[in-house]
């Protein structure tokens, strides 16, 4: 087995092989392993006022956040009640918050929430407790760390292409050079994004990544260059931005093609003159920090189209990794399959860990993937939940529409397209929200991205946004 992180090893991309086919490189894992006590735990980040502070999570159970002293997670700012939220844990469902009936209020995607009102949110999400920012943190962060080191477990890449990518992403994770990743969603963007914040000298210090389609301009700006007291209403204090929190680390923008053109000119004077201004302040403070940009969007078509500033792009453009979609990396998905069935029986804590049959493999091979990885490793969890025995057959993977056009027929020999109850409870759900997709997403508990991957692999067609009259919303 080869080092990748030895310069003498074996060339992933495969020079000198006269075959012309990649070595089997181990290379530190992409992708989540199975839960281990220390790495299972999920983290919250905390930015109230000049104050910075990590908090582990458990995996079970009711965190209450509040300035008293008998909570859990405790923040001592004026502007956060005495018990002001509770967050909400269960093994693996997104993690939930609601207000405790706070003065200032408690804030998910700019909307401030009703007292016990509960939402669900992700991983590199952020919220807000009165004018604190939390950011909840994933337990992959702890996972890239640690495979950085050397501790973590490996993963083999077969395909000559992504070998390739992981080379070139471990050669300039060393340099502190702007990286935009491109594909479409799911392909791995925002894990090749840790991997590569992982590798490089600032693994020991901050990883943070902001979802710039998540949040409204007013909060993207806060978020990002922080404010100081007074600048808008309920600013009751300072707070530094995310820049700023991240100094000597990683900040990764995801869906950066999203950023509103406002933003986009602040953005770019921050990375030509590495400081920052906050919101409503006047002095600009020098920070270290290396930008990572993700986005599924033809960045050269925006620029083109003028939604997209060039000289940002060039910026953020210092050199781009694109990452191919599953469905051209064939070579890859047995693998990532069985390793899939591996972690969902692990926290299922089933042996022993089912197989996967020849012929469901072989469909697994020719599906077309529209929802790439993440598609992949929903449809193998899913698979092992209802697998009863110890193989996983062509009756527990979803029916869809294969490359040749064909449905997948069941052994009655009829099309059972229709008849899987996922696909209906999708359905449902999109009617009940009158076809509003990121509602329908939340009442299910998943993200909209996922639903939309779901929507692709059922052959849903995505509702059309409603037309808005020219007067107020209610």
Not at 343 to 358: F, H, L, N, W, Y
């Amino acid at each position: 087995m080869s080092d990748p992180n030895d310069p003498e090893g074996d060339n992933p991309l495969g020079e000198g092989n006269p075959l012309g086919r990649p070595r089997r490189v181990e290379v530190p894992s992409t992708l989540p392993v199975a839960p281990r006590p220390d790495a299972a735990i999920r983290r919250v980040l905390v930015i109230a006022g000049e104050r910075v502070s990590t908090h582990p999570l458990p995996e079970h159970g009711q965190i209450r956040i509040g300035r008293g002293d008998d909570v859990e997670l405790r923040i001592d700012d004026p502007s956060v009640s005495r018990e002001h939220a509770h967050l909400f844990l269960e093994k693996g469902k997104p993690v939930v918050v609601a207000d405790a009936g706070s003065s200032n209020g408690t804030r998910v995607r700019g909307k401030a929430l009703v007292a016990g009102q509960k939402v669900a949110i992700a991983p590199g999400e952020t919220f807000e407790v009165g004018s604190a920012l939390l950011m909840l943190q994933s337990p992959a962060e702890a996972e890239h760390v640690q495979a950085a080191r050397g501790e973590g477990g490996g993963l083999v890449i077969e395909d000559r292409t992504m070998a390739g990518i992981h080379a070139l992403a471990e050669r300039v994770a060393k340099s502190s050079i702007s990286v935009l990743l491109l594909g479409e969603t799911g392909v791995g963007k925002d894990v090749l994004a840790r991997r590569i914040h992982a590798m490089s000298p600032r693994v020991d210090k901050p990883f943070l990544a902001l979802n710039c389609g998540a949040l409204s301009e007013q909060l993207l700006e806060s978020e990002l260059f922080g404010h100081e007291r007074g600048s808008f209403t309920g600013a009751v204090e300072a707070k530094q931005g995310l820049l700023e929190s991240a100094d000597g680390g990683t900040v990764f923008l995801d869906e950066v093609g999203e950023l509103p053109m406002s933003v986009q000119v602040k953005l770019l004077r921050v990375l030509e003159e590495r400081q920052v201004r906050r919101v409503g302040g006047l002095k600009a403070r020098a920070f270290d920090v290396r930008f990572l940009a993700a986005t599924n969007r033809d960045l050269g078509g925006a620029v083109q189209g003028g939604s997209f500033r060039a000289d940002l792009f060039y910026r953020l453009n210092g050199i781009a990794l694109v990452i191919p979609p599953l469905r051209q990396r064939t070579g890859e998905i047995a693998e990532l399959a069985r390793r899939f069935v591996d972690e969902a029986s692990g926290r299922a804590e089933r042996t022993p860990v089912p197989v996967i049959t020849p012929e469901a493999l072989a469909w697994l091979v020719g599906h077309h993937w529209p929802g790439n990885i993440r598609e992949l490793q929903n449809t193998m969890e899913r698979a092992v939940l209802l697998c009863t025995g110890d193989e996983i057959t062509l009756e527990h993977l979803p029916p869809s529409v294969g490359p040749a056009g064909q449905a997948r027929v069941g052994q009655d020999g009829r099309g059972d397209a229709d008849a899987d109850p996922e696909r209906q409870k999708i359905l449902d759900a999109l009617e009940q929200c009158a076809g509003n997709q990121t509602r329908a997403a939340r009442m299910l508990g998943i993200s909209r991205n996922t639903l939309l991957a779901r929507l692709d692999a059922y052959g849903i067609l995505r509702p059309r946004k409603p037309v808005r009259s020219s007067g107020r919303d209610e």
